[in-house]
Structure formats: structure tokens, C-alpha cells
């Protein structure tokens, strides 16, 4: 079992950053750690992914303004987000993923908005 808590999510303004934090309780080095993003209305999506071997992948919605990163002596990933849009507005979940099994956090709302 891993519990991951996420953090970091609040109100910014178009244009905006924001850095979201998942903290796992466990290791994460042999895992691949992702962000999902779940807005009102919409299917939960992809994000951005980070596997265990060192990739990264990003949704095309979100590239060249996110950066997934993650510190596996902290047991943390993050996602640092920078040009924020009114579209970007959505719960945000982490999701740890191994040989099939996934865990996923409780989600940190992130809204944009003037």
C-alpha cells in the first residue's frame, strides 16, 4: 500500500504559477508517478507522467508549461505549473503506478481565475 497526500493547489490568476507537491508514504523509486487532472464536468485525464526508468511525458495541453519532477529521497513528485489558464482550472490527483497497481491521492483543487 502507498498513501500519497497532495498539496500546493489554491486560486491564481491567469498567468500564474502554482508548484503541487505528492507526498507518498513509501518509496517511490520503482514506481511511475503521474498527475491526472479532473475538472468539473470532464473525464479525469493525464497530465504528465514520470516513470521509474527517468522519462517524462506531458499531455499536449500542458507542454512547455509544466515540469513533472520528483525527489525519491523524499518520497515526493512534483508539478511545477507556470502559465496557468482558466482551462487549467480542475482537481488535480497523483498517481503512483507499478506492474498494475495504482494508488492515487485525495486530489488538491487548482483554480484559475481573475
Known amino acids: 500500500q502507498v498513501q500519497l497526500v497532495e498539496s500546493g493547489g489554491g486560486l491564481v490568476q491567469p498567468g500564474g504559477s502554482l508548484r503541487l507537491s505528492c507526498a507518498a508514504s513509501r518509496s517511490i523509486s520503482v514506481f511511475t508517478m503521474n498527475w491526472h487532472r479532473q475538472a468539473p464536468g470532464k473525464e479525469r485525464e493525464l497530465?504528465?507522467?514520470?516513470t521509474y526508468g527517468g522519462t517524462t511525458n506531458y499531455?499536449?495541453?500542458v507542454k512547455g508549461r509544466f515540469t513533472i519532477s520528483r525527489d525519491n529521497t523524499k518520497n515526493t513528485v512534483y508539478l511545477q505549473m507556470n502559465s496557468l489558464k482558466p482551462e487549467d482550472?480542475?482537481?488535480?490527483?497523483?498517481?503512483?503506478?507499478?506492474?498494475?497497481?495504482?494508488?492515487?491521492?485525495?486530489?488538491?483543487?487548482v483554480t484559475v481565475s481573475s
Open 47 to 50: 497530465v504528465a507522467a514520470f
Open 59 to 61: 499531455a499536449d495541453s
Open 89 to 109: 482550472t480542475a482537481v488535480y490527483y497523483c498517481n503512483a503506478e507499478f506492474l498494475g497497481l495504482n494508488y492515487w491521492g485525495q486530489g488538491t483543487q
